[in-house]
């Protein structure tokens, strides 16, 4: 990182795109600064008005301001040409030239999972991104989760990750240390305290016009090699993140719900018209995203024999003496579980493999 790194993105006129082309011209911020301005408008193609503010040096006052103010707050500033810059990033046509990282920036070089859904969740999809979570910590090393601090299921998915021992890296739409939403600073500073880290794309002097959650969604696309959408309206922000995560041709995934949930209507609408694979469990999730076919040191870890069980999935696993079906009716006037309950032990008996699904509403020991 250099003065020149930030400089160039404090130059009026200068957006995220047009650093991208600059640098894609002379190679390194530094060279940039060091062009005339024939080579900034002949080379570059650059507008003479945008070519004199590099000339001028119009952004290094800001920079150097920058510098402090980032130190002040133990804030590590990465340029796209560091070594430590997140390759996964740096692939889309609209990377952030520079990346504002409050924590461990190692957790960015992870295998990272990107985790959204809706605000409004429900007990079943909290149910489910824990679950989820926890077993591909059981299984997969070196996992980190991805995901925006938002209320619902962006804070379920920080969460779920802190209480598996694992790191999570939560992707803001402000400047740091600043956290969005504030009733989140608590949970922010759990994340920083187990390993994770907290980043954002805008400096200290970014003035705020709401626009700042749509290019954050991006970076939460762009940072993994996968998304999982948990819950969605068919107008959440979860799918637009989605949308970016298709487009940089990373693999997007949605666990579905039922037809009439408003909750599942972005999902079930993203699985139906084949923009998402629809996945069930954490060995789905391994499937999609092809860690069972690597190697050493990314080789999985091995099942769990006895998972863990919530004390109403042991009271439903024991009402399978044998191997005979059972149907759900008999469940729920066995157990006194209503619906809901009782499809999210089931699910989670499923995901266990402890039982498995049949035609007619029926399941039975695998």
Known sequence: MTLEDIALQMTPGIGV????????????????FEATEAELTGRAELRPDLARQIVRRTGFAAAEKEVKYCRKHDIKAIASTDPD????????????????????????????????????????????????????????????????????????AHRAALECAIPTVAVLPCPLPDVMPAQHTALARDILDHGGALVTELHSQTRQNGTAYTARNRIIAALSAGCLVVE?????GSLLTARFADEYNRTVMALPGRATDRTAAGTNHLIRH???????SAEDIIVEMGWDLEADPAALRPRSETPDLTPDETA????FGSSDPVGVDTLQAATGFDSGRLATSLLGLELAGLLRQLPGNRYMKP
Request: charged share 20%.
């Open 17 to 32: 795109k047009g650093a991208v082309h600059l640098l894609e011209c002379f190679g390194t911020a530094e060279r940039i």
């Open 85 to 156: 810059y997140p390759a996964l990033l740096r692939e889309i046509p609209d990377y952030p030239h520079v990346l504002y990282v409050k924590g461990d920036p190692q957790a960015l070089a992870a295998r990272t999972l990107s985790i959204v859904g809706t605000r409004d969740m429900t007990p079943y999809g909290q149910s489910m991104c824990h679950k989820l979570v926890e077993r591909l910590a059981e299984r997969v090393p070196r996992l980190v989760v991805v995901s925006g601090l938002a209320f619902g299921i962006d804070a379920a």
């Open 232 to 236: 969605s309206p068919d107008n959440g």
């Open 274 to 280: 084949r923009k998402a694979q629809l996945v069930l």
């Open 316 to 319: 439903l696993l024991a009402l």
